[in-house]
């Protein structure tokens, strides 16, 4: 089974502070990507990445950045958090070119107070 | 216009029911097409992929119609199970990219 983990279930942070979002996944997948899913909204892409050190900006990259500097790990950065980035963020990995299905990691609630 | 527009819901259907969802993308060129399901506070999982000729597994049948440029998900004899929020899932721009419609909310009452 595939296994995507991100490093915290939940996260309280105060505006203006540096977080960090970590994922990894087991597969060997080349694809990542982050999303944020807000009620009324769905999920949005963020960021994504194809290879290693690789990254492109999805629909709403403002206030984030990435990272990728191993193959199973993918990093979502907020430079200073602010309240409007509170949000369930969501990462999920594809195997390569020609494979759609995105498999999820369980989500990080982040709050910034 | 979002790309993906779906029917927020809620649905609520007894056990047994058929209940039928559908959902609209405005990219015409868009290839692949896909539904997820998303339980209550956890991740969105595969369902099933949508295919031109329609598709059933199960007690699923999903449906496209490129003309329309809709796509349909048919559940029949609803379990209680079958509580969640189905995802229309439509790839974009990039082969690689997925859009995600806004969700639609089905509780299946006993």
């Known amino acids: 089974d595939v296994k995507v983990t991100q490093s915290s279930r939940y996260l309280v942070k105060r505006t203006g502070e540096k977080v960090f979002l970590e994922c990894v996944q087991d597969?060997?997948?080349?694809?990542m990507f982050w999303y944020r899913q807000d009620p009324g909204l769905g999920l949005r892409l963020i960021y994504f990445?194809?290879?290693?050190?690789?990254?492109e900006k999805g629909d709403i990259p403002e206030g984030y950045s990435v990272s990728r500097e191993k193959k199973e790990r993918f990093s979502l950065i907020l430079e200073s958090a602010s309240t409007n980035q509170t949000s369930m963020y969501l990462c999920?990995?594809?195997?390569?070119?020609?494979?759609?299905?995105?498999?999820f990691g369980p989500g990080t609630r982040l709050t910034v107070t | 216009r979002k790309e993906v527009e779906q029917d927020p819901g809620p649905f609520n259907v007894p056990e047994g029911a058929t209940v039928a969802f559908n959902c609209t993308y405005s990219?015409?060129?868009?290839?692949?097409f896909f539904w997820y399901r998303q339980d209550c506070r956890k991740e969105p999982k595969l369902l099933m992929s949508?295919?031109?000729s329609g598709n059933e597994d199960g007690r699923f049948t999903a449906q496209l119609n490129r003309a329309s440029q809709y796509i349909s998900l048919l559940i029949r004899d609803s379990k209680l199970s079958d509580s969640a929020t189905y995802l229309c899932?439509?790839?974009?721009?990039?082969?690689?990219?997925?859009?995600f419609g806004s969700g639609t909310q089905l509780t299946v009452l006993p």
């Open positions: 999920a990995s594809t195997r390569g070119q020609g494979s759609y299905e995105q498999y």
């Open positions: 597969m060997d997948h080349e694809n």
């Open positions: 990445s194809y290879d290693v050190k690789m990254k």
């Open positions: 990219n015409s060129a868009s290839q692949s």
């Open positions: 949508v295919y031109s």
């Open positions: 899932v439509v790839n974009s721009g990039s082969a690689r990219q997925l859009t």
